[in-house]
């Protein structure tokens, strides 16, 4: 059975210091690997998608990672701005299975 | 318009109504997808169009549910005789459809709540 692990559920870290967030999965035909960000009140946003392990994609403090079994959204000196969930997805054929997300808070 | 739209933003019903709600995807995109999400539970997929194909209702929870896509892009969702368990933010997004780059842009939702 297809599907998506996201771990920690939730996370608190203090301005500047540093973590990772873990997406494990079980997907038949791995079409790619989505890392969204989702605001209170909001839909998600698209950040990456990475297609094969190995591959790295980055984005101003975030940084995504691929193996063959799970992806790692690293944070480095995360700001108080980065306070969100955090949610992945992998796709096989058309669909598309979500993690329940990792909410992160960055405290001051 | 630039993004995926939505409407309305909230909506709240009594119980025993109707609601439609709206999609107005990113121009161009040929791939829609209904989404609701529940507090504290991830995504569940509803309905999939693809241009002119027969759509894939596979997530639909009960014959309450319904959803169309006219003319290959604006969808709407219908939930006849609304329960309270139907409660959620309902996220649509579109993609450019088959091929590698397939990520989902997502609307900001539709709230419903049932009273």
């Known amino acids: 059975e297809d599907q998506v692990t996201q771990s920690p559920e939730a996370l608190r870290l203090q301005e500047g210091e540093s973590s990772s967030l873990n997406c494990s999965y079980t997907v038949s035909g791995l079409r790619g690997l989505f890392w969204y960000r989702q605001d209170p009140g909001k839909g998600p946003e698209f950040l990456f998608t990475?297609?094969?392990a190995g591959e790295e994609k980055e984005k101003e403090r975030l940084k995504a990672t691929l193996t063959k079994k799970e992806s790692f959204l690293h944070i480095t000196a995360p700001k108080p701005e980065d306070s969100a969930t955090y949610l992945c997805a992998v796709r096989t054929g058309n669909q598309f299975y979500f993690g329940t997300g990792t909410s992160l808070t960055v405290i001051p | 318009g630039a993004g995926v739209s939505q409407s309305p933003s909230n909506k709240v019903t009594e119980k025993g109504k109707d609601v439609e709600l709206r999609c107005d995807p990113i121009s161009g995109h040929t791939a829609l997808y209904w989404y609701r999400q529940s507090l504290g539970q991830g995504l569940e997929f509803l309905i999939y169009?693809?241009?002119?194909?027969?759509?894939?209702k596979s997530g639909l929870p009960s014959d309450r549910f319904s959803a169309e896509r006219t003319g290959g892009s604006v969808s709407t969702l219908t939930i006849q005789r609304t329960q309270q368990e139907d409660s959620a933010v309902y996220l649509c997004a579109s993609s450019a459809g088959r091929g590698r780059t397939g990520e989902l842009f997502f609307g900001e939702g539709s709230r419903l709540t049932v009273l």
């Open positions: 169009f693809q241009g002119n194909s027969a759509p894939d």
């Open positions: 990475l297609y094969s």
